[in-house]
Every structure is written in structure tokens, then in C-alpha cells.
């Protein structure tokens, strides 16, 4: 469950595949699982000092088979990119630099998690690193029964053309399951529950040239990138709730019903054609199967 | 026949064929040292050491580390990177390195020419696929000049973005040093142009 993010690693699709997709125990609480004694422990991480930036994998490995060769021009093309983003990044994160996002990501949790009076949410805390080790450390010390662990991305589409804040939600059991070491408290599969939340905020008519786009995010102060982040996190709000009081049910329904593809946003050349959980006048919230398993908020462009 | 291979080719080479069945990173947790080495972005070192020709004094009244975990760098390809554990004197010890980058670092405000005020904002590390990249950005406020205006606070901004060889001890912490002198190395040459103003 460590902040691996899905589409980075190829283990949570295989593992789906393998799983079935249509059964997913720990997308949803069941009445049972809402009540716990002693209440729940709640760590909220942002492993990040400034907003991140994407690149695309080179591929070429993949591509040709493998071997040495490949494997170092893949890292000499990754490398020269990832210079690339960072420098084009650079006038935003400056704008954005005095931009308290550790703060409101937890302040956004409590919010949430407070109003849902049977969480019996208790004792926050906040860290920057985030590892298995870490969080095992954290369920053998704590006198809860279970933990609830609230991880924060926040982070620039790769041709800049959107700012996408990610969140997962899990809660993890103290008790270690028999037959695994420590940290397979935190594997998916032993996770009481999971979601994984992607807020997509696009830029409206966007360049092709992510520095053009850059700039546009980082005006008047960033003007546009703060509106950005803060309605992310005004969303992360009600979606936490949301899916953490969705019953399995609910959750087996909106699985059932027929796919939309909202194919006039286009960011990253990716269409998100998913199943419609709620309709809103500027977004739309979608259930994405393939290639992870996630609720995506796609907002209208601004800009 | 002699073959001269780099080793960090090779050990990409040999993680590429062991990745796919263990993973061949390191991922125990990385305490920085605490010593600075400037070398990786030093500027002409015979300026630098023309010191006592250039008389730029500069006296650092104020180092206050900013950052919401002061003890941690983060996580990079699932390795905690940590700050040493005298963090204020690792940090006073990077920047008496000024030194390196043609000022002089004074105790006593009076014989200064330039005083300033340092704020380590962020400095973290992350990675993508092959890559690894540390940011460092501090905020420099100059609180008095013997002579003219001070400057308004400046950003200073140090990113080294580079291949994650095998997320080892010696790479991190050359990139977080690096990223640490891509900062002196602004600042220096600001402080130099400020001293000759």
C-alpha cells in the first residue's frame, strides 16, 4: 500500500487481473466493519516538498526485449526529460513556494473524517516519509485496532496540461495476517479498505508546448495553480466521505452500469471513459476499471 | 584487449536482468553525511580562492530551517533519505562552504560587508522510472549592507535531476551536495556582485 502509485507499477493490474476485476472485498465498508472499539489512529503523509512533475517512460526496453543497452538508453532519455520538466516547472513551484499544501491535506482529512462519526477517527498525525517499514512501525505502536492512512500526491500532467492531486485512502488492521512478515498488513489484499482518488483539473486550451502551459499555470502568483489545488482539496474533502460511508452494494451497482467516455478531455492523450458515480455541474466523477482501479474527478478546463 | 566499464553501467546492467525477479534497490533508510562536499558544481576555483583580493565579508546572522519534517528528505524508490543527525550544524556547516564560491564567511557582523538571513524552505528527493532528482530551495534575506540598499529576499533553487544507478548511498548523497551547490554557486556570485556594487 506504500505510495506506489498504480499506473507507475505493474504489479496492482496484474494483480487485478488475477483477482477478477469485478470482485474488489475493499472498495467498500460493510455495516459490521464500521465499528470498532478504541476508535482509529490516522496518519496523513504528503511525501513531496513542491508539487511534482510526470514524465513519459522511454520504453524502450519494454520494447526491444530488454538488456543493457536499452536499459541505458531508456535512463539517458528518462533523465535528460525529467531535467527538462523540472526546469520548466521551476517558475510555478517559486510561485507556489509560500502554498501550504501539507497543512490543508491535513486539515481536509480531519474535516472529513471527523464528520464521520462511526470512523471513531482519533490521534492525527503527519509525516513526509513514507515507507512499509514506517507504517508497520506505526500499527505495532498504536493502541487502535486498526489504522487509517491518508496519502496525498499532488502533481503536473506530463505535458502540463493539468493539475491532478491523487489520494489514497486505506485502512490497515493491526493484527498481522498469519503466513505474512509485518508490512503484509499493508498489502492491497490485506487491507480492510482501499481507494485510490485522482482529481483532474485541466488547463483550458491547452499548448502543446508543456513550458507554454507552465506559465500559464504559474501567473499572478500562481493564480490559476492555487484555484487548481484548492478545489482538488475542497473535492478530496466530500469524495473521502463519500466513498469511505459507500456501501458494498452501492458500490457492486455502480460497478453494473454502463460505461460513458467523456472523450472531449484529452489530457496526456488519455480519454476517461469510466462509470458515472455523480454527475456535478463542472465535473464529473467517474469509476475507472482499467488500467487501475480508481475514482477519478475530472474537472471542466480552466483557465 | 582491455574493457573499461563503468561500474554503475554494470550494476544497471545486472539490475536490469534482477529486477524483474527481486529488485536490486536499496531501499534500507540513507542518513546524509554530515559533512558537504562542494565539488560537484564548483565554479572557478581560482576566482574562489582570490578571496582576500575580493574582501567580501559576508556574516550569516540567521539559518532557520522552514520545513514541515525537518528530519527527513522523503522517499525515493522506496528508501527513506534522512538529514543528518546534528541537523543544525550539518546545515551551518553547508554554508560556511560559501567560502568555496569566492566570499568570505565572518563571524562578527561589524568586519561584514554583506549580512543575510538563510531560510532552507524544501529540500526533498523523489524519482521517476530510471531517474532520481533532489530540489533544495532556501530563502536568502540580506539584512545590511555597509554600503547602499539591501536586495529584496531571493529564491535560490537547487535541482540535480540524474540517472537512479541503484538508489545507493554515494549517488544520493552526491545529488543532494550537488543540489546544494548549484545553490552557493548563485549565491555566491550574487553576494560577489553585491560586495562590488
Known sequence: MVIVKCRWSALPPIAMLLAGCISVPNHSLTPLQREIEGGREVEVSVAQGEIKTNINSSGLAAVTGGGFLAAAIDASIEVHRAKLAESYAKPLRDALIEYDFDSKAQETTKRALTELSWLRSTDYSFVKEVSAENRSAKLDATNSKQMIFVDYEYELSVEFDAIEVNILVAIADKKIPSGYVPTGRLNPKNLVYQRWINVIIPLSNPSSVAEENVKRWAADDALLARQALNTSLESAYWMIKKSLSQFPEEERSIRKSKKIDLSQYHIKSQTYSGRVIEQKDNASLLLLTWPDDKWVLLFNPIG | ?197
Open chain 2, 1 to 197: 584487449m582491455r574493457f573499461d566499464f563503468n561500474p554503475r553501467l554494470i550494476r544497471l546492467y545486472i539490475c536490469s536482468l534482477a529486477v524483474t525477479i527481486t529488485g536490486c534497490m536499496d531501499t534500507s533508510p540513507l542518513v546524509l553525511k554530515s559533512t558537504y562536499e562542494s565539488l560537484p558544481a564548483r565554479p572557478n576555483i581560482d576566482q574562489a580562492r582570490d578571496k582576500s583580493a575580493m574582501a567580501c565579508t559576508i556574516n550569516l546572522d540567521k539559518l532557520i530551517d522552514k520545513r514541515a519534517d525537518p528530519l527527513t528528505l522523503g522517499t525515493l524508490a522506496g528508501r527513506p533519505v534522512r538529514t543528518p543527525p546534528n541537523r543544525e550544524r550539518w546545515l551551518h556547516q553547508v554554508f560556511q562552504r560559501l567560502d568555496d564560491y569566492g566570499v568570505i564567511m565572518v563571524g562578527n557582523e561589524s568586519t561584514a560587508k554583506v549580512q543575510i538571513e538563510i531560510e532552507l524552505l524544501t529540500a526533498w528527493v523523489s524519482g521517476m522510472y530510471e531517474t532520481k532528482t533532489a530540489n533544495i530551495v532556501i530563502r536568502v534575506t540580506y539584512l545590511h549592507r555597509n554600503d547602499g540598499e539591501n536586495p529584496d529576499p531571493k529564491l535560490y533553487r537547487g535541482a540535480v535531476s540524474s540517472v537512479n544507478w541503484a538508489n545507493e548511498d554515494d549517488e544520493i548523497q552526491e545529488m543532494v551536495d550537488g543540489a546544494f551547490a548549484k545553490i552557493m554557486q548563485n549565491l555566491g556570485a550574487d553576494l560577489r556582485s553585491l560586495c562590488s556594487t
